[in-house]
């Protein structure tokens, strides 16, 4: 199906990233940026959303990776290897650590790097310059669901978690 460049429409979505785990975050941005949420996405074509990410200091890595995870990259010079752990990253570029992970997720190819990485955006703080951009009232995208906080209910919504199963059947007497 064709579809021309011009018809796509491109929003705003802003993402808090107050206490969220970086890889979860990371999977919830990545399909925006392709636009993957949208019924005319081309894996070929250029369709994805903006995003505002705001509060990326304040993310948070499971385990033992504050430590234990290393960024590694070259200068290009000879011996130029250099290498600092995730908590040396988060005190000198928040803003790296979630970046890298999502643009991690995004097939590396002339779309991501002409149009995908454009689009994303990371602050450190809750100050952003993309406040005309986004709609009055805009609520944050909604936090990725886990297990430890309660909030995990298989997709199904909150209408099926309140209650098991079993006490279900009994009260519609099958």
Not at 35 to 61: M, Q
Not at 98 to 125: D, F, H, V, W
């Amino acid at each position: 199906m064709s579809f021309p460049g011009r018809a796509v429409q491109r929003t705003w979505h802003l993402v808090d990233a107050t206490s969220q785990t970086v890889g979860r975050l990371a999977t919830t941005i990545a399909p925006i940026l392709r636009g993957k949420h949208k019924p005319t996405f081309r894996p070929n074509g250029d369709c994805g959303d903006y995003v505002v990410v705001i509060n990326a200091d304040k993310v948070h890595l499971s385990g033992k990776k504050w430590n234990d995870k290393i960024y590694r990259w070259h200068t290009g010079y000879p011996g130029g290897l250099k290498e600092r752990p995730a908590k040396d990253m988060l005190d000198r570029k928040p803003e790296f650590i979630l970046k890298k992970a999502i643009l991690g997720m995004l097939y590396r190819n002339n779309l991501r790097q002409s149009y995908m990485e454009p689009r994303l955006k990371i602050y450190a703080g809750s100050d952003h310059p993309h406040k005309a951009q986004l709609p009055d009232g805009v609520q944050t995208l909604p936090v990725h669901p886990r297990k430890r906080t309660g909030n995990f209910h298989f997709g199904m919504g909150k209408k099926y978690s309140e209650t098991p199963y079993q006490v279900r059947l009994g009260e519609s007497n099958l």
